[in-house]
């Protein structure tokens, strides 16, 4: 492959090679990793905005490759999500996570609300519904301390096919969350059909509320709209102190960022439940 860019030729060959050939190490790596037992979840909290505690915590998958050292799962998920691996992957992710909840209960601690991520080859699983059912009953979790955040764009790929599987996981008593609200598409008729109870706003608004105005509109805006249809509104990538502040006179339900906690292990995630933020 040449590509002739305003400066002359450049040679893509080897840079291209070099990474489809990367890909496919990595995928080789990632079959094992599962069996190797180098995945692990991190937990980062979500804040209530008034009390300033903890409301729940997301489960984030990272793995901890003996040479690599820590991959990201923006690196993995991907070549996971082509290979099809995603779905066993995912379902270790929800059971890992259903566990955690079952030992800090067993620890003596409240009922800690748990939100797992699904990709879109998990969600388009004929045996999604079925592997949470057989999760819930083999950890004995709640259902409704199990909450799914799924983006916006997977929902509108085939959103018959989705609102179908969303209310069947609403029969089921599991809580659903729209993930990356505001970055897929902007047909927000859905949110009228859709059983879902919470908004998640995209970092990407969080970003620049303060100094850009626009952003802050949208932001605000998408607050307003959450809480007229009766859905609670999460804040991710909450990282100043002027961007909480700004959140808080909106009224945003939760908030979630570095300014509290990024993405802890376990055995650090367990001193978070109780704490005053
Ligand atoms: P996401 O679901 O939108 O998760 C939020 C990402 O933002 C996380 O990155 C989190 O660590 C990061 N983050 C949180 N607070 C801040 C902040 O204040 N500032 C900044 N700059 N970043 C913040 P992470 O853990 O690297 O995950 C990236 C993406 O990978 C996730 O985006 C999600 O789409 C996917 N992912 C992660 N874990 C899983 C999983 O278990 N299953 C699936 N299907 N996808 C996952
Ligand atoms: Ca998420
Ligand atoms: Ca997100
Ligand atoms: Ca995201």
């Known amino acids: 492959v040449k590509y002739k ?23 080789g790596e990632l079959v094992k990793a599962l069996e190797r037992d180098e995945m692990t979840l991190f937990y980062q909290p979500k804040i209530d905005a008034n009390s300033s505690t ?18 990201s799962p923006i690196d ?8 099809g691996l995603i779905v066993p992957m995912g379902k270790w992710v929800i059971r890992t996570a259903c566990r955690q909840h079952v030992a800090w209960l067993k620890a003596g601690l409240p009922p800690v609300n748990i939100s797992v991520n699904l ?12 592997s949470i059912e057989q999760i819930l009953a083999e950890t004995g979790v709640d259902p409704a301390y199990l909450e799914f955040e799924i983006t916006e764009s997977v929902l509108m790929k085939d959103a018959e096919a989705a609102l179908q599987v969303l209310s069947e996981m609403k029969a089921m008593g599991l809580k659903l969350s729209v993930d990356d609200f505001g970055t897929g598409y902007s047909s927000m008729s859905y949110l009228k059909h859709f059983p879902i109870d919470v908004l998640k706003i995209d970092r ?26 009766g859905l609670a509104v999460v804040a991710e990538g909450v990282e100043t102190r002027e961007q909480l502040d700004f959140l808080r006179q909106c009224n945003c339900d939760q908030v979630q960022g570095y300014l509290f906690s990024p993405p802890v292990p376990a055995d650090r995630a367990v001193h978070l439940i109780t704490k005053q933020f």
């Open 5 to 27: 860019g305003r400066n002359g030729v450049f040679f893509y060959d080897d840079e291209l090679r070099r990474r489809s050939q990367d890909r496919i190490h990595l995928e």
């Open 54 to 71: 903890v409301s729940g915590f997301e489960a984030l998958i990272r793995w901890i490759h003996p040479e690599r050292g820590m991959v």
């Open 76 to 83: 993995f998920i991907p070549v996971a999500e082509d290979s």
């Open 119 to 130: 990709s879109c080859h998990q969600f388009a699983d004929h045996h999604l519904l079925a």
């Open 204 to 229: 990407s608004f969080v970003l620049d509320i303060t100094t850009d105005e626009q952003d802050a509109t949208i932001t605000s805006a998408i607050i307003s709209l959450a809480g007229a249809l």
